[in-house]
């Protein structure tokens, strides 16, 4: 079945260094949402990719979509405390199974 | 606009005890998830409805879970009997349609079970 992998798994940062986070899966994907869960919090939408090839920003944050569309980032500037938080990406595959990443964690220290 | 709404935000209780787990949708909403979170797994969909109608269910661990939704507004997990290793952060999240639409998610009940 469709696997959503995400790497890497944790990433430790100094206030002010970038980070990107990359979600691979083996099939091609329709579409892929991203989302940010703060330590003991839920999960929050962020931002929602749809086209091959496609690229958002928010702020400091980009996120782009493959163009085979089956992998996709999401790449913070200048990474500050409040970034602090587990990324997730989700998708809906060939079989149409929505399915979350594995996520990644940061870390932000000063 | 109210979110998601779940209860209870906490619960601590005893193997073999029956778990009732609650979620409020938010209005207009047609679909709602059930997930279950740890540290092992990672977030997991055990259900989701569509139109009060389960529509996928194999997420769902054994037979000792089972979930219901008698209307648009109110949906529940139950866990009967528990297990220790049913101890996690259940989150429910709805969407305005079926499909790959943005989720909505509640704050999650924290469940261990002793």
């Known amino acids: 079945g469709q696997q959503v992998m995400q790497i890497p798994q944790y990433q430790h940062v100094q206030e002010g260094e970038d980070f990107t986070t990359y979600c691979n899966s083996s099939t091609t994907l329709s579409n892929i949402q991203w989302y940010k869960q703060r330590p003991g919090g839920h999960p929050v939408f962020l931002i929602q990719?749809?086209?091959?090839?496609e690229v958002k920003k928010q702020k400091r944050l980009t996120f782009q979509f493959g163009e085979a569309k089956k992998n996709s980032s999401l790449h913070i500037t200048a990474t500050q405390t409040t970034d602090v938080g587990t990324y997730f990406c989700?998708?809906?595959?060939?079989?149409?199974?929505?399915?979350f990443g594995t996520g990644t964690q940061l870390k932000v220290e000063l | 606009d109210a979110g998601v709404i779940q209860s209870p935000r906490h619960e601590v209780t005893e193997m073999g005890q029956e778990v009732t787990l609650r979620c409020k949708p938010i209005?207009?909403?047609?679909?709602l998830f059930w997930y279950r979170q740890t540290m092992m797994r990672g977030l997991e969909l055990l259900i989701y409805f569509n139109n009060n109608v389960p529509i996928d269910d194999s997420g769902m661990p054994e037979d000792r879970f089972s979930a219901k939704m008698p209307n648009a507004s109110f949906s529940t997990l139950k866990i009967q009997p528990s297990e220790p290793r049913d101890s996690a952060v259940y989150f429910c999240?709805?969407?305005?349609?079926?499909?790959?639409?943005?989720?909505?998610f509640g704050d999650g009940t924290r469940l261990s079970i002793l």
């Open positions: 989700r998708s809906t595959g060939g079989g149409n199974k929505l399915t």
């Open positions: 999240a709805s969407t305005r349609t079926q499909g790959d639409q943005p989720q909505h």
């Open positions: 990719l749809v086209k091959s090839g």
């Open positions: 209005s207009g909403h047609n679909s």
